[in-house]
């Protein structure tokens, strides 16, 4: 055995202080001093997503060619900068007005989280509380009835979430745009009808999201346009990003169409109003874009300085998944492959993991004459988005399809953990006292529970059979972290490998808690 210890004991760093010195160097206040948020370690990592763009922008235009749209344009958003953008067939038909990167389009639902973003800013800032009844901010929901007596009151976070017991309702919703405020509020004073009670289940609801708009608009005492124009659109140069058709230029404005009897029948766009909140919106790629990699820019949590509207913890609330949506065990990725995803509603946005735990978190538009999509994978940094001007043009399966393309091609993986150093310092630690758990009792680094778990002697007994099993230790490899304080390193020998995982306790220092030995088996 002391063989088994001796060649262990040459591949370690010594530690040159006591361990007792070495706990008290990651004391009090390293728990933001010290930390380092996840990084991508491809060096060529850019230079692989741009090789990839061709082969993407393939895809986009088959998709829109197969599918009869009139015209489309899509984008790609990597970091913090709209990486491509590019368009096909023509945003105006009869004028044969070429799409681009710069049209506008309508991107009806993709507007929604704009409004909570909005919700959010005022939220911070100790205007509104998520969990306010609604009536606080509009005063006629006060007298209306819901659907039981036991119904508790609709909060700004049911509207955010559609989960105020509103029916779903797209059609109805997609032809009220240019609806007035008076019109919603006599809507409210009339009795809405619900389909359930407040808080119990997702069912879609646009009438929602008007409310949102109204509550921004009363708060705010400007109309909801007004205040995302100057609070979101503004500070993040989207500049080119409006409400109301008519004050497009011509050569940018997408028009809508539907397919009927053998030809394109152009749409009638409706003007801005009350519930535009919901679905108003009219921009293009390259601004929406840098919406998107704002997004994005709030991953990983970090101490760096603020830039946004909002503060990006806010962001990243916007993205959890808050109602659930759906469970598909059936879907596949155009490619054919199975893999079931799970689907919530955060606020405004929609949030999917797949059974590869890749996160997906974005929303889908389609009014008449409009169908849009973003996601962004913030554990990879890269978004896509695609707006077409067919009614209600799927862009799901492109996206999934770019996306999926993308991360393969380009070997993408996502952000690494670097250690911190407190895991670093109780794996060098760990490594010391195997195998013969030598002084562990007097090491004061595990915590109270650690021992009346399970004994030094077996601990003991079962960690040297492992080590005779595995012979002469050949390596310790790198440590690889699940987060600050947990993670799992392996010891390779001439005949095998042993497994070690560890979780750390809450206290500061953190303390051993758990640590399993076990045998990695071929």
Same mark, same amino acid.
């Given at each position: ?36 948020? +996840? ?57 044969? *007005? ?17 409004? #909570? ?102 708060? =705010? ?19 080119? =990003?409006?409400?109301?058709? =008519? ?26 109003? =009350? ?31 603020? *830039? ?82 067919? *009614? ?28 911190? +150093? ?19 009792? *007097? ?24 080590? #005779? ?54």
């Amino acid at each position: 055995m002391k063989k088994f210890f001796l060649a262990l004991s040459l591949l370690l760093t010594h530690l040159t202080y006591s361990q007792q010195k070495l706990n008290s160097e990651i004391a009090p206040a390293s728990s933001y001093k010290t930390y380092q948020p +996840p990084i991508f370690t491809d060096p060529q990592r850019i230079a692989k997503i741009k090789a990839a763009i061709p082969t993407l922008e393939k895809i986009y235009k088959e998709y829109a060619g197969k599918n009869n749209y009139p015209g489309m344009a899509f984008g790609l958003v990597v970091d913090d900068q709209v990486l491509y953008s590019g368009g096909y067939g023509y945003t105006d038909v009869a004028n044969k *007005t070429k799409a681009s990167g710069k049209s506008l389009f309508r991107i009806a639902s993709m507007s929604k989280s704009v409004t #909570t973003m909005a919700i959010l800013k005022l939220r911070d800032e100790g205007k509104l509380r998520l969990d306010d009844p609604a009536y606080l901010y509009i005063p006629e929901l006060k007298l209306m009835p819901l659907l039981t007596s036991d119904a508790p009151a609709i909060t700004i976070r049911n509207l955010m979430t559609h989960s105020a017991g509103f029916p779903e309702d797209n059609p109805w919703g997609d032809r009220q745009l240019d609806g007035k405020d008076e019109e919603l509020l006599a809507l409210i004073k009339s009795g809405i009808s619900d389909s359930n009670v407040p808080g119990v289940q997702y069912e879609y609801s646009n009438l929602g999201f008007g409310m949102l708009g109204k509550i921004i608009g009363n708060i =705010t005492k400007m109309p909801y346009q007004q205040y995302i124009n100057e609070n979101i659109f503004k500070p993040l140069g989207m500049d080119h =990003t409006i409400w109301e058709y =008519t004050k497009a230029p011509a050569d940018l404005l997408a028009h809508g169409y539907r397919w009927e009897e053998g030809k394109w029948k152009e749409e009638v766009l409706l003007h801005d109003g =009350t519930y535009g909140a919901m679905g108003g919106i009219l921009t293009s790629i390259e601004d929406f874009g840098k919406y998107m990699a704002f997004h994005l820019s709030a991953w990983p949590a970090k101490n760096d300085k603020e *830039t946004g509207p909002v503060k990006r913890s806010s962001v990243r609330e916007m993205q959890q998944p808050w109602t659930f949506n759906n469970l598909n065990s059936k879907f596949k990725y155009p490619n054919g492959r199975e893999c079931s995803l799970v689907s919530s509603y955060g606020y405004g946005l929609r949030t999917s993991r797949d059974c590869e735990d890749r996160i997906f978190t974005g929303h889908t538009g389609g009014l008449p004459g409009f169908g849009s999509q973003w996601w962004i994978m913030p554990e990879y940094g890269i978004g896509v988005i695609a707006n077409g001007n067919l *009614t209600y043009a799927s862009m799901n399966n492109a996206n999934f399809a770019v996306m999926d393309t993308l991360i393969s091609l380009a070997g993408l993986k996502p952000r690494e953990l670097p250690v911190s +150093p407190v895991l670093k310092l109780r794996k060098d630690q760990i490594v010391k006292l195997l195998p013969d758990w030598s002084n562990t009792e *007097t090491s004061k680094i595990f915590a109270v529970n650690f021992f009346p778990d399970r004994s030094v002697e077996l601990r003991k007994k079962a960690s040297q059979a492992l080590f #005779t099993k595995i012979g002469k230790v050949k390596k310790v490899t790198e440590l690889k972290p699940q987060n600050q304080l947990r993670g799992n390193f392996q010891i390779e020998g001439e005949n095998g490998v042993i497994d070690i995982y560890f979780t750390l306790t809450p206290e500061n220092p953190a303390l051993i808690q758990q640590l399993d030995v076990k045998e990695v088996l071929k």
